[in-house]
């Protein structure tokens, strides 16, 4: 009963910030973040009519498109830091670059677990990849907004918001992941009631940081993360060039 009633209060609340995002016309800025939100809505209604209808079917159901909210969860990691860093253009490039190389890791890494693993049990695995996908996900939010801090930059509401939602939801999720196989049962009983309020503790401040759209404030300095990339460029540049040329000399007979 009181599962449902967290069931229900969630489906509510999602409902809610996606009517807001449409009369508030917050799609065209956060679409990746909505795209997520739109998908574990679906989700959520799908599967509590699973659960209550078909309940043979509500585990494999569960596990495929508990995969495909984690997928959509990079992408809207992806967004936040292409939305945080539009006005540093070299900065962003610089990111994309770190993400998209920290996202291919983490997927090689469990596809090649995944292959060699005699034992492929598919709701193991899943938790595995999501735990993994998780923490460089977090490690990522934590990430920006540690920069952002170091050069007094603004995020704004919405982006402030975002971020520390989806980063309690993240921290939340890896906890669970990582305990889970050493506590035991009697963890896993309070996790089913733990893990839902804090989704709607997520939920709650999602509502209050996105009711309408709020965007992000100009620094009140002129922060030296463009200049400091670019000194990091140079000075990156003339280590290559000074190890080439190093290299070319050693060669020489």
Same mark, same amino acid.
């Given at each position: 009963?009181? /599962?449902?009633?967290?069931?229900?209060?969630?489906?509510?609340?999602?409902?809610?910030?996606?009517?807001?995002?449409?009369? +508030?016309?917050? %799609?065209?800025?956060?679409?990746?973040?909505? %795209?997520?939100?739109?998908?574990? !809505?679906?989700?959520?209604?799908?599967?509590?009519?699973?659960?209550? *209808?078909?309940?043979?079917?509500?585990?494999? #159901?569960?596990? !495929?498109?508990?995969? %495909?909210? $984690?997928?959509?969860?990079?992408?809207?990691?992806?967004?936040?830091?292409?939305?945080?860093?539009?006005?540093?253009?070299?900065?962003?490039?610089?990111?994309?670059?770190?993400?998209? !190389?920290?996202?291919?890791?983490? !997927?090689?890494?469990?596809?090649?677990? #995944?292959?060699?693993?005699?034992?492929?049990?598919?709701?193991?695995?899943?938790?595995?990849?999501?735990?993994?996908?998780?923490?460089?996900?977090?490690?990522? *939010?934590?990430? %920006?907004? +540690?920069?952002?801090?170091?050069?007094?930059?603004?995020?704004?509401?919405?982006?402030?918001?975002?971020?520390?939602?989806?980063?309690?939801?993240?921290?939340? /999720? $890896?906890?669970?992941?990582?305990?889970?196989?050493?506590?035991?049962?009697?963890?896993?009983?309070?996790?089913?009631?733990?893990?839902?309020?804090?989704?709607?503790?997520?939920?709650?401040?999602?509502?209050?940081? *996105?009711?309408?759209?709020?965007?992000?404030?100009?620094?009140?300095?002129?922060?030296?993360?463009?200049?400091?990339?670019?000194?990091?460029?140079?000075?990156?540049?003339?280590? $290559?060039?000074?190890?080439?040329?190093? $290299?070319?000399?050693?060669?020489?007979?």
């Amino acid at each position: 009963m009181l /599962s449902s009633l967290f069931w229900v209060t969630g489906l509510v609340l999602e409902s809610v910030l996606l009517v807001r995002a449409l009369l +508030g016309n917050l %799609l065209k800025y956060y679409s990746l973040f909505y %795209l997520y939100l739109i998908s574990v !809505f679906l989700r959520s209604a799908s599967l509590f009519a699973v659960y209550h *209808l078909w309940p043979n079917f509500y585990s494999p #159901a569960y596990w !495929f498109t508990q995969f %495909l909210n $984690v997928l959509l969860g990079c992408t809207l990691v992806w967004e936040v830091y292409k939305v945080a860093l539009a006005q540093y253009l070299g900065a962003a490039r610089m990111a994309r670059n770190v993400l998209a !190389f920290l996202f291919i890791l983490a !997927f090689t890494r469990i596809f090649v677990k #995944a292959w060699n693993s005699p034992n492929w049990i598919p709701g193991r695995t899943t938790l595995e990849t999501e735990r993994d996908l998780r923490i460089v996900q977090l490690a990522l *939010l934590i990430g %920006l907004v +540690g920069l952002f801090a170091s050069y007094a930059i603004p995020l704004g509401r919405n982006l402030k918001g975002i971020i520390y939602g989806y980063g309690l939801f993240t921290a939340t /999720s $890896v906890a669970h992941l990582t305990l889970r196989d050493y506590l035991g049962d009697g963890f896993q009983r309070a996790w089913q009631y733990i893990q839902p309020i804090c989704y709607l503790v997520v939920l709650v401040v999602w509502c209050l940081t *996105l009711w309408s759209y709020a965007p992000i404030p100009q620094p009140t300095n002129e922060p030296r993360l463009e200049a400091d990339y670019e000194s990091l460029v140079a000075a990156t540049k003339r280590k $290559v060039r000074s190890a080439r040329s190093y $290299v070319l000399r050693a060669m020489r007979p």
